[in-house]
Every structure is written in structure tokens, then in C-alpha cells.
């Protein structure tokens, strides 16, 4: 595989008196898509909070484009170049969708040339670019979040189930705008539950389970091999959307 972007170390991770992540070892490599899979609550979205520093690392190390990033906080990780959608959206309803774009943006300007490309992912963006964003459909708030993140370019996307409780149009057209930003070089990291979503878009593929990364190899192998899936996942990918 190419030499990781981001690699996580023997990551530990307590919230309060619980402890989370148990050891994580992952690598991402650069330019491409890796799909981290697991059960609800196995620690995915810790996982990239961590990483985000929004969560400190009681144990372990977190390396990104070869710097140790483990103790920085979170302004400082994403000025390293790491962009950050969270399950929740994090957008600001009461401002416009260009206000939230430009909020994004660290330096207050957009690039016209980069919202040009943003609004061939994801053209509602641009139908309602001077509305609220609080006024979006569940599945245009989940396409500006992911906007907010790609307003500049990032070496590295963490993206938390960017499908979930999406129409099925829609996650087709998501399916394909990741194809797009995949397409453009961009490195991500992707939590999703959606599996035809997981399997149609991930170059390589982890597998956390209580706290830990229990697999971890090419998406092709895990999609071909039912034993596998069912063994790590309980399931066939093929057979869950």
C-alpha cells in the first residue's frame, strides 16, 4: 500500500471513566478512500475525534503528513490540512449557505474557481445559495456540510456517515460526488453504514470491534469474501444498502 498519510499507534481514548478506544492501529493511505467499518459502538466516531483532538489521546501516538499531531489541539490539526464533517452537520442554520462557505474558508474569501467545482458536486448549493441554510432538506444540510469541508483544498477528509437517513437518490448523488473529490486527488476517511456506499466507494477498508482495528486490507478482498464479512460484520455487503 502507499505510504500512509495518517497513521494511528496504539491509540487509547477515555471519556470520563470509559474507556473507548482499546490500542486503535490504522493507517490511511494517501490518495484514496478508506472505509471504517464497524458495529454501533465500536468506536468509530471516537475514532475521528481523536484524531481531530477533539477527544485527547490518553495513550498512544497520531501522525499525519509525518508530524506528530497527538497532543495538538484542534485549530491546529485542521490548519495542518485536515478537514473534519461530523455526523451532526455543523452548519449554521441561521446564516446563508454562502455565509457558511465563507465561514469555512480560513481566509474569508472563496476561491471562484473551487465553488465553481463545488456546485457541479452538489448544484442545489448554488439553486439556494442565498437561503438559510436552515431552510435546506435533510440531504442538502449533509451536502453543504461536506461543502464547508471542501471550500479549501485538504490533504486529508475525516467524513462520519454522511448517508445516514438519506433517500436513496440522494445517496446515489453523494456516492457520486465523492467519486468526484476522490477523482481530485483528496485522501478520506469515512465512517458509513450505508454498505453499497462503504463498498462502491473504499480503495481499502478497516474494521473496528470494541475498540479496535480487527481488519484491515482492501476493500475488493472484504466485498469478495462473504466468510470474512460475516465473521467481522455479521453480514454480506452485498446484501445491505
Known amino acids: 500500500m502507499p505510504e ?3 497513521s494511528l499507534d496504539g491509540v487509547h481514548t477515555h471519556i470520563g471513566r470509559y474507556h473507548i478506544l482499546q490500542g486503535v492501529d490504522l493507517a490511511v ?3 484514496g478512500f478508506t ?3 464497524g458495529r454501533n459502538g465500536a468506536g468509530k466516531t471516537t475514532t475521528l475525534r481523536t484524531i481531530m483532538g477533539m ?4 495513550k498512544g501516538s497520531i501522525r499525519f503528513a509525518g ?3 497527538t497532543a495538538r ?3 491546529q490539526i485542521a490548519s495542518a490540512g485536515i478537514a473534519y464533517v461530523p455526523e451532526n452537520m455543523s452548519i449554521f442554520a441561521g446564516l446563508t449557505v454562502r455565509e457558511n462557505l465563507v465561514l469555512a474558508a480560513r481566509s474569508g474569501e472563496i476561491d471562484p474557481k473551487r465553488l465553481e467545482w463545488i456546485f457541479s458536486l452538489f448544484p442545489a448549493l448554488q439553486r439556494f445559495f442565498g437561503l438559510a441554510a436552515g431552510a435546506l432538506s435533510g440531504g442538502q444540510k449533509q451536502m453543504l456540510s461536506i461543502a464547508r469541508a471542501l471550500i479549501e483544498p485538504r490533504e486529508l477528509i475525516l467524513v462520519d456517515e454522511p448517508t445516514k437517513g438519506l433517500a436513496p437518490a440522494i445517496v446515489s448523488n453523494m456516492i457520486r460526488a465523492f467519486r468526484e ?3 481530485a486527488g483528496a485522501t478520506v476517511l469515512l465512517v458509513e453504514q450505508n454498505f453499497m456506499a462503504a463498498r462502491m466507494l473504499g480503495d481499502t477498508v478497516a474494521v ?3 475498540g479496535r482495528i480487527v481488519h484491515q486490507g482492501l476493500m475488493a478482498e472484504l466485498a469478495a469474501d462473504h466468510a470474512l464479512q460475516h465473521r467481522l460484520l455479521g453480514l454480506h455487503l452485498d446484501k445491505h444498502q
Not at 55 to 58: D, G, N, P, T, V
Open 4 to 6: 500512509p498519510l495518517l
Open 29 to 31: 493511505p494517501r490518495g
Open 35 to 37: 472505509v471504517l467499518l
Open 55 to 58: 477527544w485527547k489521546a490518553s
Open 67 to 69: 508530524n506528530d499531531v
Open 73 to 75: 489541539p484542534t485549530p
Open 181 to 183: 473529490v476522490k477523482n
Open 208 to 210: 473496528m470491534d470494541d
